[in-house]
């Protein structure tokens, strides 16, 4: 489980940082609806003044409900057992760290706080499983309940996933892709609770996942073939004429295999989330609308619940496989080696 609570922070890291101006300093103020009571005063109010008020306008900003969920802030929403039913807390505020000339703010946000409890529910789940394991192949010499459904799907992605993508010694990096793929179906499923976050949802958290996996696809790649055949392979085993046209290709290759699993990760956690809210969204606009947005709202929800795993899934297929093929150039250089000394 330590490599769970490291991914976690050095996510934390990554989806900490301001992004598009946010700043933590300045603490973004909740919305709150007002009651109609004094909304039908302020109107009565201005239109005494021979003011025209448009109240459709008035409370524009504050029936959404879409951009807050999907949007990283420095305050979040927890339950409450009052009315409104929610409270709104201020996360705290950390002094940046300046490093050169640019200051890093580590101060937690929404999102940060929610890929630490998906972290630890993932730790606590996976641990107790483990112990579970353990018991039950002492006394009946199996698993079973809970801990037999964590076995089957450890298995699975060891067998099915890494191994077989990986290829001969792959089995080493078999604990990378099983966190990978139970941290992220964690966040994914904390995302679908009443009140929770998808840190998924936020390109910082996936930009970090995807950072991870370049890292560990290059790093396995040189100490299985060595820095100067990575090096050689960037050329792309052309005449040195051509190394201008193919080093800068092989180069943006290197980053479009992680850019294509942050955005892909992002983008399908959003949607759903925006065609969620926006269904139920449109049960505010008129009664005869509920009994249809539940009825969708229902089956986007049972979709997304199948999305949580189809994404955690792709994401550590692709990257098994991206790994696999640094390492299997190894093999296929080696391959060319022995035919050319063959003849």
Known sequence: MKLVTTLAFLLSVVAGAPVGGQEHGAPTPAVQAPDADSLASAIGAAESRGEQVDATHAVQEDVDIITPHITDSDHMEVPYWAPPFYKVVTLPHWKPIMIGGYALDLSPTKHVV?????ALLCCAVLITAAQAHKRHHHAVGRPHGFAAGIEAMVLYI????????????GSGYVPFILTIFFFILTMNLVGLVPGGHASTGSLNVTAGL????FFVVQISSIMKIGLGAWLKHLTGGVHWALWPIMVPVEILGLFTKPFALCVRLFANMTAGHIVLLSLIGLSFVTAAFIPVTLGFSLFINILELLVAFIQAYIFTMLTAVFTGMGMASHDHDHGDEGHAAAH
């Open 114 to 118: 929610m890929l630490w409890i998906a």
């Open 158 to 169: 060891r067998n099915e996933v890494a191994l077989p993508n990986l290829g001969h010694g």
């Open 210 to 213: 995807a950072i991870v996996s």
